[in-house]
């Protein structure tokens, strides 16, 4: 999925001009669990996603940066912050897809379709219920996960999946309670 960031800490832009270096250019992602998002000492969950950068744009006082998901990873030792965070990590598997999930794929896409119509009916959503998705199976999985409106700590929990079917089932199953949610406001 595409993630757009600002970067203006003077540690994310030193990280920034370091990443712009290789090829591809990407970084690892990962949410704060708790403290500030800006200024450092916050304490973070130990799984991620690398961002490879696909955009970039000077803006007034930062950069703007548009990356793309890919591998998962998990933390084993967080390094010194110095001068950004940095950390020692094993990549997760990659889920294999099995056409025996077809129908489990169409049900988790109708579910997520429309739970977002609904959604944007209360407040305004960052994708809609017809965003156009990919044809690759598998990819399509993640993209629905990533586009479900569903809290930052579902969406992680996702990220933990083990196998496609787990991802679908639990894409479903969070996006229903989503939904249950704004039934209820």
């Known amino acids: 999925m595409p993630l757009p960031l600002r ?3 003077d540690r994310y832009l030193i990280m920034l001009s370091r990443v712009l270096q290789q ?3 990407q970084f690892g992602q990962v949410l704060i669990e708790r403290g500030q998002e800006s200024g450092g000492g916050e304490a973070r969950f130990e799984i991620g996603t690398v961002a490879r950068i696909t955009s970039l744009q000077a803006e007034e006082g930062a950069i703007g940066l548009v990356s793309r998901g890919a591998e998962r990873f998990e933390v084993v ?4 912050d110095n001068p950004y965070p940095r ?4 990549f997760l598997d990659e889920l294999h897809w099995d056409d025996d999930l ?15 119509a609904t959604a944007s009916e209360y407040s305004d959503i960052t994708w809609p219920s017809d965003v156009e998705l990919s044809d690759d199976p598998l990819e399509l999985a993640w993209q629905l996960a990533g586009i479900s409106p569903l809290l930052e700590l579902d969406h992680l929990q996702l990220l933990r999946a083990t196998s496609a079917r787990e991802l679908l089932e639990q894409t479903i199953e969070y996006t ?10």
Do not use: K
């Not at 030792?77 to 010194?80: C, F």
């Not at 077809?102 to 977002?116: C, I, M, N, Y």
């Open 7 to 9: 970067i203006f800490e």
């Open 77 to 80: 030792r967080w390094l010194d």
């Open 23 to 25: 090829e591809p250019s």
């Open 87 to 90: 950390a020692i990590v094993r």
């Open 176 to 185: 229903l309670a989503a939904e249950l949610m704004l039934g209820s406001q």
């Open 102 to 116: 077809v129908p489990l794929l169409d049900r988790a896409e109708s579910t997520v379709r429309q739970v977002l």
